[in-house]
């Protein structure tokens, strides 16, 4: 990171998982603002104690923007007190010539 920071404008991280606490700190060093994708956690989340405050590490208070997969995920975020012009929903893209719902025949013919 330090080595090429001309060469990037922001910082996009995966989670609020311990491993990304350094490259944050390292991003907030560098003037390097910090994008959240949030796939999984869910801010406050039972059994996840460590993520609101990993995400306050990781600068939820100063953050640009929080991307999520889900409205549920965009609705937890605000619900964390993340100002909601800062949370977008940005749902998993699908290549719809690889992936579609199956027919009335593959649905028959799958497994219970």
């Known amino acids: 990171m330090l080595k090429v920071a001309g060469s990037y404008d922001v910082v996009h991280v995966h989670g609020c998982s311990q491993k990304n606490v350094p490259v944050a700190i390292l991003a907030r ?3 390097k603002p910090i994008v959240l994708t949030s796939a999984h ?3 406050g989340r039972a059994g996840r104690r460590q993520a609101p405050r990993r995400a306050r590490i990781l600068g939820a208070d100063a953050r640009r923007l929080v991307l999520c997969v889900s ?3 965009c609705a937890r975020w605000t619900a964390a007190n993340l100002p909601a012009d800062r949370v977008r929903l940005t749902p998993n893209g699908v290549d719809t010539s690889r992936f579609r ?4 025949g593959e649905r028959a013919r799958a497994p219970a």
């Open 29 to 31: 060093l560098l003037g």
């Open 41 to 43: 956690q869910r801010p």
């Open 71 to 73: 409205p549920d995920l």
């Open 101 to 104: 719902p199956a027919d009335a």
